[in-house]
């Protein structure tokens, strides 16, 4: 359903927020139906950092995420013209897990495609996927898993993509589903920060990676392709086939990776490290330091790279 679509004759305001693995983000959004221009516009945006760790720690990683969000949601709200109405939360792929599954579905028999069907075949394959994953975060006790999302990608009916199965009558189906689950314990701090300001708006929570495809699926005209998210802490890679997300991973060496590493190699901290790093990729370091720092990279680079080509081999079995 729509953020806006509960009532289009209301104004309504919808804060976008965007959790990564280092930083947090937030963006209002505004739809005012007497406006010429109907299109929801953004108003505002503002980024947080996440405080840095030397030492990653779960727990301690989660309190930093709540404190940034605490500091966006405020300043959001400093700059709303009104209440808002719902947050629409966006988890990086530290806080959940996700698989994409080709169901092929027949029966002795020619069927008619309905609405309890898909849905029945779907939640089936959620509820195994989530059964099997009770426990995602050890670190958390009493913790259990939710389903995040159980989208359908893409319906085939005798073997031909059909954007609209429903009431179609068909030999065979198969569907490319997408499902993702996460943490409640996750959740209900997340939702517990939101409701230090806002107790009545409502909150939906939703992964980067589907949330990636989607987009990227809408606007780019290629229908096949790779992506590659290089954040905070992780890199993301999307494999992307025929308008499906055929498989998705992420590796632990991010933008705050290469930073540590080079704070330890030379004996510095993360500011005085960021800082030369900065300085080196503009050309603007002495050109003693740019060499110091080529050939710290380099392994750092090469190590990169063999993570990569690892997920990009296991794309292909």
Known sequence: MSWFSLNPKKPKTVAIIDIGSSSVGGALVEYRPKAKNLCPAIAYSTRKEIVFDDN???????????????????????????????????????????????????????????PSLLKDITNKTADTFAESNRHLYPELQNDQSFILESAIMQVRLNGYVIERPEQKKAETMSISHHVSISSQAVRQKLLDTIAKFDRRASAGFHSYTFEIFSTLRDILPETSFIAVDVSGELTDVFLVVNDVLFASASFPLGRNFLIRTIANEMNTVYAEAESALNLHAQNKSSPTNQTLLAAKLSPIRDEWMKHLRQVLEAFQD
């Open 56 to 114: 990653l720690d779960f727990k301690r990683f989660i309190t930093s995420l709540t404190g940034a969000l605490e500091s966006v949601i405020t300043e959001l709200h400093q700059k709303a013209k009104g209440p808002i109405d719902h947050y629409h939360c966006s988890l990086p792929s530290p806080l959940f897990v996700s698989q994409t599954k080709n169901i092929r579905y027949g029966e002795d028999r020619s069927f008619i495609v309905t």
